[in-house]
């Protein structure tokens, strides 16, 4: 499980802890990490690795082929807000790499050894489906997560691993937080939702997408079904005019 140790990852490492599964936590902070892992309970193992880093991704590749795992979550991702042009290109880049490469080297490892009843989570977002202006790597990122996770999931059912691609929306956790000024409260999702909606779909395996939340379900449907014209004038109107 990446990125274990805050929000939507340590809500999903203590949903599966409960659900009885020994849980590895990958993050850089070896302290909270530590003690995100002992709050699971006994046997839960740290493993701090940079996932944006090539030398990061390689010690948990190692521990991929060196362990055997019935789930692998993709969870740990950032995001970077701003016009493209200004965001420092090393923090684009970086935000690629923890978003794109890390999820798909690790992916790789895993699925080449992986055995009929486990499972692939990749925790991708409902912006997978809306291109966001101030979000433009972000936005990017998850719908190439979202577009590698599908394809995953159709080449490995027939094997019957299952691969899911989780698509939270807005979630209050401490890297994103939001105030009600910002977003009404009932489009606001707890991580502890999102959590249990990656773990009762985990035991039903049917689809390779699931959008956390009704008003999510519903926003991400229509992003997919309207021209896309029209999804980039709604965004751009939601947005307001350029400053
Ligand atoms: N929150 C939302 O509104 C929202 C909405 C849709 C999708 N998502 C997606 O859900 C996932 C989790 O988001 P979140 O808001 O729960 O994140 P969060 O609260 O910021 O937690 C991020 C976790 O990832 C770890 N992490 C960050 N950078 C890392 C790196 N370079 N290498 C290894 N671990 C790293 C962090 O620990 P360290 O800092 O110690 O490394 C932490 O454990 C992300 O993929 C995000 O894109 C979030």
């Known amino acids: 499980m990446t990125g274990a140790s805050a929000g939507i990852g340590r809500a999903l490492a203590g949903e599966l802890a409960a659900a009885g599964y020994t849980v590895t936590g990958v993050a850089r902070d070896e302290e909270r990490l530590r003690a995100a892992v002992g709050a699971l309970g006994d046997g839960h193992t740290a493993l701090t690795a940079d996932l944006a880093t090539a030398h990061g991704r390689a010690r948990v590749v190692q521990a991929v082929r060196d362990t055997r795992f019935d789930v692998l979550v993709n969870n740990a991702g950032v995001a970077v807000t701003g016009p493209f042009a200004d965001v420092d290109l090393d923090t684009a880049v970086g935000m690629m790499e923890l978003n794109c490469v890390a999820p798909v080297t690790l992916a790789h490892a895993y699925l080449a050894a992986a ?29 190439f997560l979202t577009s590698f996770s599908e394809s995953l999931w159709l080449e490995h059912r027939a094997r019957g691993v299952y691969v899911m691609n989780l698509c939270p929306g807005i979630t209050a956790t401490a890297s994103q937080a939001y105030d009600g000024d910002d977003v009404p409260a009932s489009m606001v999702q707890t991580p502890e939702q999102v959590a249990a909606t990656a773990i009762a779909v985990l035991h039903r395996r049917r689809r390779p997408t699931v959008v956390s939340g009704r008003r999510n379900t519903v926003f991400a449907a229509a992003m997919r079904l309207l021209p896309r014209r029209m999804v980039l004038r709604m965004l751009g109107a939601a947005q307001g005019p350029p400053s």
């Open 115 to 143: 055995r009929p009843g486990d499972a692939l989570i990749n925790i991708s977002s409902v912006l997978a489906f809306a291109p966001a202006a101030g979000l433009s790597v972000y936005s990017a990122s998850k719908a």
